[in-house]
Structures are given as C-alpha cells and as structure tokens.
C-alpha cells in the first residue's frame, strides 16, 4: 500500500509536509518580525513623563467617582488609579462628592496628571462631609 501522504501524530511526518513546513515556517518568522518591527516603528512618541514613585505625596480636596475617580484640587483634576494604573473606583466609592486625603504618587504627561494610590488602607482617609454639588 502506498503512503497516503497524511499527518498522523504517531508516524513520522511525510517529506512532502517537511520540505513545506523547512521553508514555510523559517519565512512566517522573518515575515512576522518584520511586521511587528514596522508597527513598532509607526507608533508616535508619547512624550516626556515624570513618574515620581520615589516619595509619596498626600493631597487633600474633593473625590469624584463618576464617571471615573478624580480629585479635584486648586490646581485642577488628578485622575486616581491603583498600582499598575487599574481602576480605585471601589476603594474610593464610599468617599465621592467628600473631601479626602489620599497619599500616593505623581504621574504625569504631557499636562495630565495622576495619582497612583499607596497600596494598603492607610493612602486614603476621610478629611470633611460630604459635599453634594453636581
């Protein structure tokens, strides 16, 4: 009986399929890393950033949790995040429209600004009531 010429994962690979598989899979590699390196090469900058993880800072003013965390100073509005840049809403859910202290980092670029929470219980604190304004 003749070789049928299909894969079966228990025999040896048929040569047609090895001397397809020896050029194609060589040239998906160069084909693939010279693709991601041109998408690489097509992303803009996105400019200079100060992460100052170095020393906790502490702010005191408004929180906001809709639509999404923010604290709203003298100086204008920090978007809080937890470490990794992931969402405080349920840290900071019982604490909108209230004036807080929060201990963290600043992060910022290009005029944004964030606060990268200190992990643990003790980077957020109640500072006043409520204050229910729009």
Do not use: N
């Amino acid at each position: 009986m003749t070789d049928p010429g299909f894969y079966v994962g228990y025999l040896t690979l048929p040569p047609r399929d090895r001397s397809v598989l020896r050029v194609l899979v060589p040239a998906l590699v160069v084909v693939f890393g010279a693709l991601a390196a041109l998408v690489a090469s097509a992303q803009r900058d996105p400019g200079p950033a100060v992460w100052d993880t170095g020393q906790a800072r502490t702010w005191t003013r408004l929180v906001r949790t809709d639509p999404y965390p923010v604290l709203e100073t003298d100086d204008g509005t920090y978007l809080v995040v937890e470490t990794g840049k992931r969402t405080s809403r349920a840290r900071l859910e019982h604490l909108d429209l209230t004036t807080a202290t929060l201990t963290g980092f600043l992060l910022e670029r290009t005029g944004r600004r964030m606060i990268e929470l200190e992990p643990g219980p003790d980077a957020i604190a109640a500072a006043g009531p409520a204050r229910r304004t729009p």
